[in-house]
């Protein structure tokens, strides 16, 4: 399954029945690929925390999570988001063992993406995930409408007569 590098794009914090998202962004070829996923608005204040840390801030679940992987000797990877179906995608936690083992955990993207953050590794996309869920970029829409347009343009004056404009 190949696997392709993406960032946080931003972090959309719903307000009562508005919902939460994370929007992840993957380059390629000068082209950026928006991913949303909707998240509760608890997980978005955990990634949000994770990217921009508070002085003196109590530890969260994300926190103790990578502090007890550390304790036990292991290092968190990468994270990977590897499936969706519909709107609920699927993530793996790829971990090395004290003793040098690779593991993979389960976890909504969410979580881990809240603990890459903390842990600053990368998150990565499965492309069959990118094909499936990525947002369509309206720059390219409206540049494409555009070039369209002006070959339009051009076409219709490069066959224009002078019976064209006669009466």
């Given at each position: 399954?190949?696997?392709?590098?993406v960032?946080i794009?931003?972090?959309?914090m719903g307000?009562?029945?508005?919902p939460?998202f994370?929007?992840?962004?993957?380059?390629?070829?000068?082209?950026?690929?928006?991913?949303?996923?909707?998240?509760?608005?608890?997980?978005?204040?955990?990634i949000?925390?994770g990217?921009h840390?508070?002085?003196?801030q109590?530890?969260r679940?994300?926190?103790?999570l990578?502090?007890?992987i550390e304790?036990?000797?292991a290092?968190?990877l990468?994270?990977?988001?590897c499936?969706v179906?519909?709107?609920?995608f699927?993530?793996?936690?790829v971990?090395r063992t004290?003793d040098?083992?690779?593991?993979?955990v389960?976890?909504?993207?969410s979580?881990?993406?809240?603990?890459?953050?903390?842990?600053d590794?990368?998150?990565?996309?499965?492309?069959?995930?990118?094909?499936?869920?990525?947002?369509l970029?309206l720059?390219?829409?409206?540049?494409?409408?555009?070039a369209?347009?002006a070959?339009?343009?051009?076409d219709?004056?490069?066959?224009?007569s002078?019976?064209?404009?006669?009466e």
């Amino acid at each position: 399954m190949p696997l392709k590098r993406v960032n946080i794009r931003t972090v959309a914090m719903g307000q009562g029945p508005l919902p939460s998202f994370v929007v992840l962004e993957q380059h390629e070829d000068g082209k950026a690929r928006r991913i949303p996923i909707r998240i509760g608005s608890v997980e978005a204040a955990a990634i949000s925390s994770g990217v921009h840390p508070a002085k003196k801030q109590r530890p969260r679940t994300h926190d103790l999570l990578k502090a007890t992987i550390e304790t036990l000797g292991a290092r968190l990877l990468s994270v990977r988001i590897c499936g969706v179906e519909g709107t609920t995608f699927f993530a793996q936690l790829v971990l090395r063992t004290a003793d040098g083992r690779e593991v993979r955990v389960d976890a909504r993207p969410s979580d881990a993406i809240a603990l890459a953050v903390r842990c600053d590794v990368n998150v990565l996309m499965a492309d069959e995930v990118i094909e499936a869920a990525s947002m369509l970029d309206l720059k390219d829409v409206r540049e494409a409408d555009q070039a369209a347009e002006a070959a339009d343009f051009h076409d219709f004056v490069e066959h224009l007569s002078p019976d064209d404009f006669a009466e």
